[in-house]
């Protein structure tokens, strides 16, 4: 109930996939097996700041390094960038 007042209060519409349907949004599916496969399951977690320490690594990795071919080989931070440069999107901070 909290997350649908706080959803209402800020104009945000709610949409929810289908119990076993990852399909309906392929994207997020994709970044979680990513995160999964390559963070947390390779990573023993001493406790909940080595965690932190860990993922945000990860997570500065993915989105400064790595080059997908659905941004043009651009990492994230690039295409970004370009997109600012260009106009085409505002400025929101990532992560």
């Keep these: 109930m909290a997350l649908d007042q706080w959803a209402y209060e800020h104009g945000v ?11 309906d949004n392929a994207f997020i599916e994709s970044f979680n097996g990513s995160l999964r496969d390559e963070c947390l399951n390779v990573h023993w977690f001493l406790s909940l700041d080595d ?6 690594r990860w997570r500065q990795d993915y989105n400064e390094f790595r080059p997908p071919s659905s941004l043009g ?3 994230p931070s690039e295409f970004r ?8 999107l ?3 901070p990532l992560g």
């Design 51 to 56: 965690a932190r320490d860990k993922i945000e």
């Design 81 to 88: 960038l370009a997109h600012l440069e260009a106009g085409n």
């Design 73 to 75: 080989d651009l990492t």
């Design 90 to 92: 505002q400025l929101q």
């Design 13 to 23: 519409t709610l949409d929810f996939s289908r119990p076993g349907k990852p399909t």
